[in-house]
């Protein structure tokens, strides 16, 4: 297995640059990666002839930063130092990885000399590959931190959705998630704001809506964010006895505030069928970010977390008339939006760790 930061020395010596290391070392030829996680591949190639081989020496780099990081002569690298064992090996390691990214990975044999340099033989070829999406143990494991920023439970009794005006004009031919003709709004796929790895992100398809209320008022906020018409539809519409909850995300933008993602999907609709293969399910009358009860007549009651800020995904189109449009009181805060925003990764509250 391979860890990052060796802190032997790996200068080489002037010898080495007139061939000595490149002479009797294996050049490691057509790597090939396997098994990739969020934070983790294994890597083996092929190599002709034998050798004194102690170390591998590997060279991420993500595919997006233009300067290489190949190892200099007499620097001391920062990147990726390996004992020799066999391969396929196994590199791991979530402060040099992220979930979700381009990386190109080349590789070196070494030989570490008795004056503590090393000789090396040249570079094999590149490989390409991308990290995965956040695993669901991971995923667990941002829940169980979410879950203990929860706070105490306030009721509500309608989700909302602000658009701009144009987006509710009968009429609105510049907006692809609005059926203008049969006035529904249409899922679109979720934007890339949150954690890195979250395996929602630029995937599912979905309406966002809030449900977070004034605490002296038990009503949604004056403000928002994402423009000054809001359409409000009964919890219940969307949050009955045949909808399952999944937990999606939990971050923060450098603020105080905490987000939590929640995906509410009709039972046996495709969008239940992606989650359930990828997120943490709820149980909706007991968990402690939204929760649903019904009393003996039947009717239901709703109840959100306090202390954090719900961004619920619906992953169906929704009818207008099944809500009613109006224009806030308060105002447009365009700052607060979250679109694409950037999760803090030096919060502890709201990183696991595995990159972003």
Not at 183 to 195: C, E, F, N, Q, T
Not at 222 to 228: A, M, V, W
Request: aromatic fraction near 10%; charge should be negative.
């Amino acid at each position: 297995m391979m860890e990052p930061g060796d802190t032997e020395s790996l200068q080489r010596s002037d010898s080495q640059e007139s061939g000595r290391g490149l002479k009797v070392l294996p050049v490691p030829r057509r790597p090939v990666i396997t098994n990739i996680t969020c934070d983790s591949f294994n890597i083996s190639w092929e190599m002709e002839g034998g050798g004194d081989i102690t170390h591998y020496f590997i060279d991420l780099i993500k595919k997006d930063e233009p300067k290489e990081n190949h190892f200099k002569h007499k620097d001391v690298p920062t990147k990726l130092v390996a004992r020799a064992v066999p391969l396929p090996m196994t590199v791991r390691g979530h402060w040099f990885l992220s979930p979700r990214t381009q990386y190109t990975v080349s590789v070196q044999t070494a030989s570490k000399q008795p004056d503590g340099e090393y000789s090396v033989s040249i570079w094999s070829e590149s490989s390409h590959f991308c990290t995965a999406d956040y695993s669901s143990v991971h995923l667990k494991q941002l829940l169980q931190k979410a879950e203990l920023m929860s706070g105490r439970l306030l009721p509500f009794s309608v989700f909302y959705r602000n658009q701009t005006e144009e987006y509710f004009q009968p009429d609105s031919p510049s907006f692809r998630s609005r059926d203008a003709q049969c006035r529904r709004m249409l899922p679109s796929v979720k934007d890339h704001s949150g954690s890195h790895g979250s395996p929602i992100s630029g995937k599912l398809e979905g309406l966002f809506f809030s449900c977070n209320t004034e605490f002296n008022t038990g009503k949604p906020p004056h403000d928002s964010p994402y423009g000054p018409d809001r359409f409000q539809i009964p919890a219940e519409t969307l949050f009955n006895q045949n909808t399952n909850v999944y937990f999606g995300d939990f971050y923060c933008m450098y603020t105080s505030y905490h987000y939590v993602v929640l995906v509410l999907t009709p039972r046996g609709s495709s969008g239940d069928s992606f989650c359930r293969a990828r997120l943490p399910e709820l149980d909706p009358e007991s968990n402690v970010f939204l929760r649903r009860g019904a009393a003996a007549d039947g009717s239901l009651s709703f109840l959100h977390a306090q202390d954090l800020i719900l961004e619920l995904i619906y992953t169906e189109a929704v009818d207008l008339d099944l809500g009613t449009v109006a224009r806030i009181a308060g105002q447009q805060l365009l700052g607060q939006s979250t679109l694409n925003a950037k999760k803090d990764p030096s919060c502890k509250l709201c990183n696991i760790s595995v990159g972003r």
